[in-house]
């Protein structure tokens, strides 16, 4: 047993038959159970647990393995296997009244990790306290594991296998008219990333004139013409090349488990998940004429706060990762909740990121107004003028992480480049606020040994700059 298990901005992450074993996480599960029955009276264990997982590498075994150990702890199992993407999984929490799931999947990480979600019994993210508190029950040894087998569960009932598909498509047809973009004649390339996103789209906007390509939509774990399924460049150029040699309107592209997106034009130039998150909520504020909190990680742009402005709604900052947000966007009963790298959640829906959902949004928007995606973006420049952004991610060895911190804390610049830092904020990392509004973040990624460093300016080449600034802050 690996005693280092450690939940991060979105669950426990591990490279597979390292230390993401069927022994890990079945230790990983006792301490759910454990968690649950210490949280929640056996009436309500009684509700039971949602187990799910995406099209990785043995996820749909490793849903099995977490299933047997909830099952023999008494908790009730609504199995809905592998494949299912994770916003799926997240409303079936409550489609189906459970008080939690478990979701195998890594996510968009690379192909030789696997991951073990946990979902509240609203179907978001559980907070960090409730994450500290999993991670002290972890079954030490796999000797304190209870376990069944999983025909054994089925046959006394303790296990149901449930199709997860159904609830969730009445969801979707309640929020979005989906009839408009059907006939509304649109050429999309989808790029579910050989992911739990692949088929979605061509199912709910087939019959009519729109045309739905869908590319490496196979069940492929590893994930060829990308370094990772993760919705942005490199990753994404294979489908971006593809869409200007059929000229689409739109390219939607969902990561490995479909809870985060990404957006090209209709000349297959990648729009940023900065800008869609910007014009998601513009759609949300001018389009679907809703007013409410919007919750933001510090990660993610700062056209958000000029649009709460403009239309006189709140904006809430949280640290980064949905284990933030969700919690904020129920206490605000926020109309948007979302994240810098893609992940975007809605009121009235579920507290988690539903990039199905968002790409259907992205559509409506496009039917609303009759705008091309270009177009789009320029009606939003015209409210929070150009803003631009870019991201660094650079390995490091984990065990130089304090001294990085260490270094960054005394040696706190007053500029950076030619521009004064007039703010410096340590939620989650080190994000300097510079006197013309650009900002610069330094973060470690909680899932993986890297440090990211971010920027959002007025120009590329001030983006350009820096990151480079970032990138010496680092090195020191």
């Given at each position: 047993?690996?005693?280092?298990i450690?939940?991060?901005?979105?669950?426990?992450?591990?490279?597979?038959?390292?230390d993401y074993?069927?022994?890990?996480?079945?230790?990983?599960?006792?301490?759910?159970?454990?968690?649950?029955?210490?949280?929640y009276?056996?009436?309500?264990?009684?509700?039971?647990?949602?187990?799910?997982?995406?099209?990785?590498f043995?996820?749909?075994n490793?849903?099995t393995?977490?299933?047997e150990?909830?099952?023999?702890?008494?908790?009730p199992v609504?199995f809905?296997?592998?494949?299912?993407p994770t916003?799926?999984?997240?409303?079936s929490v409550k489609?189906r009244?459970?008080?939690?799931a478990?979701?195998?999947?890594?996510?968009h990480?690379?192909?030789?990790d696997?991951?073990?979600?946990?979902?509240?019994?609203?179907g978001?993210?559980i907070?960090?306290?409730?994450?500290?508190?999993?991670?002290?029950?972890?079954a030490k040894?796999i000797?304190?594991?209870?376990?069944?087998?999983?025909?054994?569960g089925?046959?006394?009932?303790?296990?149901?296998?449930?199709?997860?598909?159904?609830?969730y498509?009445k969801q979707i047809k309640?929020?979005?008219?989906l009839?408009p973009i059907?006939?509304?004649?649109?050429?999309v390339?989808?790029?579910?990333?050989?992911?739990?996103?692949?088929g979605?789209?061509?199912?709910?906007l087939?019959?009519g004139?729109?045309?739905?390509?869908?590319i490496h939509?196979?069940?492929?774990?590893?994930?060829?013409?990308?370094n990772?399924?993760e919705?942005?460049?490199?990753?994404?150029?294979?489908?971006?090349a593809?869409?200007?040699?059929?000229?689409?309107?739109?390219v939607?592209?969902?990561?490995?488990?479909?809870?985060?997106?990404?957006?090209?034009?209709?000349?297959?130039?990648?729009?940023?998940?900065?800008?869609?998150?910007?014009?998601?909520?513009?759609?949300?504020?001018?389009?679907?004429?809703e007013?409410?909190?919007?919750?933001?990680?510090l990660s993610?742009?700062?056209m958000?706060?000029?649009l709460?402005?403009?239309?006189?709604?709140?904006?809430?900052e949280?640290?980064?990762?949905?284990k933030?947000?969700?919690?904020?966007?129920?206490e605000?009963?926020?109309?948007?909740?979302?994240?810098?790298?893609g992940?975007?959640?809605?009121?009235a829906?579920?507290p988690?990121?539903?990039?199905?959902?968002?790409?259907?949004f992205?559509?409506?928007?496009?039917?609303?107004?009759?705008?091309?995606?270009s177009?789009?973006?320029?009606?939003l420049?015209?409210?929070?003028g150009p803003?631009y952004?870019?991201?660094?991610?650079?390995?490091?060895?984990?065990?130089?992480?304090?001294?990085i911190?260490?270094?960054?804390?005394?040696h706190?610049?007053?500029?950076?480049g030619?521009?004064?830092v007039?703010?410096?904020?340590?939620?989650?990392?080190f994000?300097?606020i510079?006197s013309?509004?650009?900002?610069l973040?330094?973060?470690f990624?909680?899932?993986e040994?890297?440090?990211?460093?971010?920027s959002?300016?007025?120009?590329?080449e001030q983006?350009?700059?820096?990151?480079?600034n970032?990138?010496?802050?680092?090195?020191g």
């Amino acid at each position: 047993m690996n005693t280092t298990i450690k939940f991060g901005t979105d669950g426990w992450r591990g490279k597979i038959a390292e230390d993401y074993t069927f022994d890990n996480v079945r230790c990983c599960t006792q301490g759910f159970a454990d968690y649950l029955k210490s949280v929640y009276q056996s009436d309500k264990l009684q509700r039971g647990v949602v187990v799910g997982g995406d099209r990785r590498f043995h996820s749909e075994n490793f849903a099995t393995a977490a299933a047997e150990v909830l099952a023999a702890n008494g908790i009730p199992v609504h199995f809905c296997g592998g494949g299912v993407p994770t916003p799926v999984i997240s409303f079936s929490v409550k489609a189906r009244n459970t008080i939690a799931a478990i979701n195998i999947t890594a996510s968009h990480n690379p192909p030789t990790d696997n991951g073990f979600k946990v979902r509240d019994e609203n179907g978001g993210a559980i907070d960090p306290d409730g994450l500290l508190k999993i991670e002290a029950l972890i079954a030490k040894d796999i000797s304190s594991v209870k376990r069944i087998k999983f025909d054994d569960g089925i046959s006394s009932g303790k296990i149901l296998n449930f199709n997860a598909d159904e609830d969730y498509i009445k969801q979707i047809k309640k929020l979005v008219d989906l009839e408009p973009i059907k006939q509304a004649g649109f050429k999309v390339l989808v790029d579910p990333m050989w992911g739990s996103g692949s088929g979605w789209f061509t199912r709910l906007l087939s019959g009519g004139k729109t045309r739905i390509i869908e590319i490496h939509n196979e069940r492929n774990p590893i994930f060829p013409e990308m370094n990772r399924p993760e919705p942005i460049p490199p990753n994404i150029d294979a489908g971006l090349a593809k869409s200007k040699e059929l000229k689409t309107d739109v390219v939607i592209i969902t990561d490995g488990d479909a809870d985060r997106c990404g957006f090209a034009d209709e000349n297959g130039e990648f729009i940023d998940q900065l800008r869609v998150y910007a014009l998601l909520a513009m759609y949300y504020l001018e389009v679907r004429k809703e007013r409410g909190a919007i919750v933001k990680t510090l990660s993610t742009t700062s056209m958000l706060e000029t649009l709460g402005k403009l239309y006189n709604v709140p904006v809430y900052e949280t640290g980064v990762g949905f284990k933030y947000v969700a919690p904020k966007m129920m206490e605000t009963d926020a109309m948007l909740g979302g994240e810098e790298s893609g992940g975007y959640a809605f009121r009235a829906h579920v507290p988690e990121r539903d990039g199905i959902l968002a790409g259907l949004f992205f559509l409506d928007f496009m039917v609303k107004t009759k705008l091309k995606p270009s177009q789009l973006l320029a009606r939003l420049f015209e409210k929070v003028g150009p803003h631009y952004y870019d991201r660094i991610d650079t390995i490091i060895d984990a065990n130089q992480t304090d001294n990085i911190l260490k270094n960054l804390k005394i040696h706190l610049p007053k500029k950076i480049g030619s521009w004064k830092v007039v703010n410096v904020n340590l939620t989650d990392g080190f994000k300097f606020i510079l006197s013309d509004g650009s900002w610069l973040l330094i973060r470690f990624s909680g899932t993986e040994p890297l440090v990211r460093i971010y920027s959002e300016a007025l120009s590329k080449e001030q983006v350009k700059t820096l990151l480079a600034n970032g990138e010496k802050l680092i090195i020191g």
